[in-house]
Structures are given as C-alpha cells and as structure tokens.
C-alpha cells in the first residue's frame, strides 16, 4: 500500500516563498511519476507540475512556470513544490499523487491529468493573504 503524506502548508503573506513536502511509503516509486495539484475552494483541481521519479525530469503546467518548482531527493522518498512569490491566487489545497509510467502512453512521461494518478495525498492547505 502506497502512502502519500504532504506537509508545508501554512498561511502565509503575498511575495514569500513556500516550500511543500510529499513523503511516500509502501514501495519504490522509481517507475512511477509524482505530480503536485491543486485545488481551491469552488474550482476544479488543476495540475500544477510533475516529476519522473527515475530520471528526474520534469513537466510544468504553463501557469506555473517561474515561479514554482518541482523536484525530488536522492533518495527517491520525498518531492517537493518550491513556490515564490505567492499570491491570494495561489490559495487552495495542495495534493500529491502518484501513477505508473504505463498510465501515460505513449511514452510514459507524466503529463497533469489527475485521473492517471492513481495514489492521491489528504492534501496541505496554502492560504496566501494578507
């Protein structure tokens, strides 16, 4: 059983930094991609960036790019989310999930659509407001 836990969340002003944490249990997901999305209050969740655990490379949606990061550690355990320079528009929860590479066909690089994520997080809450 995979699990999925994220923490960073915190209410934070407008123009500072944060940086989430998805930590992940159960069994190596080196063949798996680990994706980070987002869902404010009455909204659609929307794919934010995602990450290929075995080679490390990366996808952004285009609303998000320059100002948030994705990456993960040596040792395949841990993504993070850097974002700079938030805004009130950045307010939502913010989830983990995880997929195998065979769900994104045809050349098993990840891709922000939430239904070939099979492993989902509870989610962190980012509030940006001052």
């Known amino acids: 059983q995979l699990v999925l836990v994220e923490s960073g969340g915190d209410l934070v002003q407008p123009g500072v930094s944060l940086s989430l944490s998805c930590t992940f249990s159960?069994?190596?997901?080196?063949?798996?991609?680990v994706a980070w999305f987002r869902q404010a209050s009455g909204n659609e969740r929307e794919g934010v960036s995602c990450?290929?655990?075995?080679?490390?490379?990366?996808y952004d949606a285009d609303s998000m790019k320059g100002r948030f990061t994705i990456s993960g550690d040596n040792a395949k355990t841990t993504v993070y989310l850097q974002m700079n320079n938030l805004t009130p528009d950045d307010t939502a929860v913010y989830f983990c999930a995880a997929g195998p590479r065979e769900h994104f066909s045809p050349n098993n690089y990840c891709r922000l659509r939430s239904a070939e994520y099979n492993f989902w997080g509870q989610g962190t809450q980012v509030t940006v407001s001052s």
């Open positions: 159960g069994f190596s997901l080196v063949y798996y991609a």
């Open positions: 990450i290929n655990i075995r080679d490390g490379s990366t």
